[in-house]
Structure formats: C-alpha cells, structure tokens
C-alpha cells in the first residue's frame, strides 16, 4: 500500500513552484508603533520585496517607513488598503533626492529639514486583483519608483483617510526568503487575513473541524483493533491532519478571494498549494495506519513529507515538525 503514495509527484510539484514563486512571492511583515517621525520602522535591505500590513486608527493619522538606499538601488512602493472598495490611503515619500516644495504636504506629517516630499494621492482601482499565494485580494491605491543616485535615508509615510484604516505597504523587488522566513509564511499569513477583517475563529474553521472530525475517526479506528500504537504513530496521525486542515483553509480563504475578484490563472497556483498539502496529509496518515513496526522506507517518506511541507506552507508549521519527528523517534 504504501508503494502507492503519491510523494514524488509532490516533491515535482514543489521543484517546479520554487521556480516560480521568486518573481511573485513578498517577505510579510507587521509594523506597529511607528506613529511618528523619530519611530518610523526601519527596513533593512529595501531592495528585498516586503509586504508591510499596518493600521491607522485616526484619520489624518500617519505610519513612517525609513530606508537606507545606496546608488544604484531603486525605490519600489506600492500602497495598497486591506479590503476592495475600503477608503483609500495616500502616500508621501521623502527623500534627499526629491526637490523641496513650499506648500505643506500634510499638516499631519513631518518631513525631515533639507528633505523633498512627494504626495501620491491613494485612489481605488478599477477591479482588484488576485494574491495567489496568500491567497487574497491586492487593492493598489498608490505607487512610486524611483531609480537612487546618491547614498541616503529616505523616508515614506501612509496617511489615513479615515478611522481604523488597515493598510499594506509592499517595499522592494527582489523577491528572496530566508529559509526561516520562508517556513513561518504560514503563520504570518493568518495576522494578515485578521487584518483584512475576519475573525481567528472563522480564519481556523476549516482547520479546527479537519482536525476535531479526524480526531474522533482515528480514535474509534484505533479502539476497535484494539491495539495501542505509540507517540510516532499519534505524530504522524496530528501531522497529516494538520496537513489536510490547512489545506482546507487555503482553500476557503481562496473561495472568499474569487468572490470578489473573479476566476484569474492565479487560482492554479492557489490550487497547489491546496493539492500538494492534502496529498502529503493523507499519505502521511496512511502511513500512520501502519501500527506495526515501520520500515526505513515508511521513515524516509515521513521526512519527504516533513520538509516538502515546509515548502509548500503545509500544516501551520507544525504539521512538518511533528512528520520529521514522527520519522525519527521508535514506534514505541
């Protein structure tokens, strides 16, 4: 039975999609407390694609951005709100490099003595658009490029336009992950949906029922063949339902996405990263079904889907962890 499990198709599918995530993917990030001037949240490596969620909370309200640029950088921005249809930010970058103007920009922000200012007024577009890998709606209000000739530190502020603004600011173009980044891209994922609205509880429905209903089946599976398996078995069985759980989750945030945005090619990568999770879940508890003694090749594609797990955001993190563990403790 176990010759039958699809992995390999799996570790394919996840060759193929690190060939295509680093021209799309952004590094999330959370600012707070960045209110003024003097805090303003430093990014460090602003040529490094970063997607910034924040939230203003009074209208007129500001969030401040600082970036150390070197020449031959290019300053990328793109201000987007959490939400289509929701009141649209502006964005005001300043810098050295910008002329100095002598009307107030805003009476709410402060720009740096010496410093050029630049106001790009936030307007909704037309349609929003599909964010596959979240997956979520990307609503562009505003955006800047700018080519750096001279070393300095520039700084961008977002303006609120009314109360409770929830807000995205994505920084850079080079689209890299560290591979700690990379593997908590899940977690990230579930304050970034909070932002946009919903609650935790209905974030991790489909989650929690995946888990609650495999639990009971496993359960009265184990108690009528009477036998009692051990930790490695319990590991693999939590592992290959957080699997399917976060699968099912990736799959209804999609549903809620497409509502509003409509069918794009966007949605097969979405559908990846849904269909390679519930593969390596249900082979991961197929294995588990195994209650005796497991081979070393039972072993070998319990770590298959541990690390292909990391790489396709599978099991919240720590579906993956618990497979590779599952793989290297006895079964007793």
Same mark, same amino acid.
């Given at each position: 039975?176990?010759?039958?499990?699809?992995?390999?198709?799996?570790?394919?599918?996840?060759?193929?999609?690190?060939? /295509?995530?680093?021209?799309?993917?952004?590094?999330?990030?959370?600012?707070d %407390? %960045?209110?003024?001037?003097?805090?303003?949240?430093?990014?460090?490596?602003?040529? &490094?694609?970063?997607?910034?969620?924040? $939230? =203003?909370?009074d209208?007129?309200?500001?969030?401040?951005?600082e =970036?150390?640029?070197?020449?031959g950088?290019?300053?990328?921005?793109?201000?987007? $709100?959490?939400?289509?249809? &929701?009141?649209?930010?502006d964005?005001?970058?300043?810098?050295?490099e910008?002329?100095? /103007?002598?009307?107030?920009i805003?009476?709410?922000?402060t720009?740096?003595?010496?410093?050029?200012?630049?106001?790009i007024?936030?307007?909704?577009?037309?349609?929003?658009?599909?964010?596959?890998?979240?997956?979520?709606?990307?609503?562009?209000?505003? $955006?800047y490029?700018?080519?750096?000739?001279?070393?300095?530190?520039?700084?961008?502020?977002?303006?609120?336009?009314a109360?409770?603004?929830?807000?995205s600011?994505a920084?850079?173009?080079?689209?890299?992950?560290?591979?700690l980044?990379?593997?908590?891209?899940p977690?990230?994922?579930?304050?970034?949906?909070?932002?946009?609205g919903?609650?935790?509880?209905?974030?991790?429905?489909?989650?929690?029922a /995946?888990?609650?209903l495999?639990f009971?089946?496993i359960?009265?599976?184990v108690?009528r063949q009477g036998?009692?398996?051990g930790?490695?078995f319990?590991?693999?069985s939590?592992?290959?339902?957080l699997?399917?759980?976060?699968?099912?989750?990736?799959?209804v945030?999609?549903?809620?996405?497409? $509502?509003?945005?409509?069918?794009?090619?966007?949605?097969?990568?979405?559908?990846?990263?849904?269909?390679?999770?519930?593969?390596?879940?249900?082979?991961?508890?197929?294995?588990?079904?195994?209650?005796g003694?497991?081979?070393?090749?039972?072993?070998?594609?319990?770590?298959?889907?541990?690390?292909?797990g990391?790489?396709?955001?599978?099991?919240?993190?720590?579906?993956?962890?618990?497979?590779?563990?599952?793989a290297?403790?006895?079964?007793?």
């Amino acid at each position: 039975m176990i010759r039958r499990l699809p992995i390999p198709l799996a570790v394919l599918l996840a060759l193929i999609l690190i060939l /295509v995530i680093p021209v799309q993917a952004h590094v999330p990030v959370s600012a707070d %407390n %960045n209110h003024d001037l003097s805090t303003a949240l430093s990014i460090e490596h602003p040529q &490094k694609s970063y997607a910034i969620y924040g $939230n =203003l909370h009074d209208a007129g309200g500001a969030a401040y951005y600082e =970036l150390r640029m070197q020449p031959g950088d290019r300053l990328v921005l793109s201000l987007m $709100n959490n939400g289509y249809g &929701k009141p649209a930010p502006d964005m005001i970058v300043m810098g050295p490099e910008i002329p100095l /103007v002598q009307a107030a920009i805003s009476p709410t922000v402060t720009i740096p003595n010496g410093y050029g200012a630049i106001l790009i007024p936030g307007h909704q577009p037309l349609r929003a658009e599909y964010e596959p890998f979240s997956p979520g709606v990307i609503s562009e209000v505003a $955006n800047y490029s700018q080519e750096i000739t001279s070393a300095g530190t520039w700084y961008v502020a977002v303006v609120s336009p009314a109360d409770e603004t929830q807000y995205s600011l994505a920084v850079g173009y080079r689209e890299e992950f560290s591979p700690l980044e990379w593997a908590i891209v899940p977690v990230s994922l579930i304050e970034t949906h909070l932002r946009e609205g919903p609650f935790i509880l209905e974030i991790l429905a489909p989650l929690i029922a /995946v888990v609650i209903l495999g639990f009971i089946l496993i359960g009265r599976r184990v108690q009528r063949q009477g036998k009692k398996p051990g930790i490695a078995f319990w590991m693999a069985s939590v592992a290959g339902l957080l699997y399917l759980g976060g699968a099912a989750m990736t799959f209804v945030q999609m549903l809620h996405a497409v $509502n509003i945005t409509g069918y794009t090619p966007g949605i097969i990568i979405t559908l990846l990263f849904v269909l390679v999770p519930a593969i390596l879940g249900l082979s991961a508890l197929r294995i588990a079904r195994q209650l005796g003694p497991w081979t070393r090749r039972h072993r070998i594609y319990l770590l298959i889907i541990g690390i292909t797990g990391l790489i396709f955001w599978a099991g919240m993190v720590l579906g993956p962890v618990l497979a590779v563990i599952a793989a290297l403790v006895p079964d007793r």
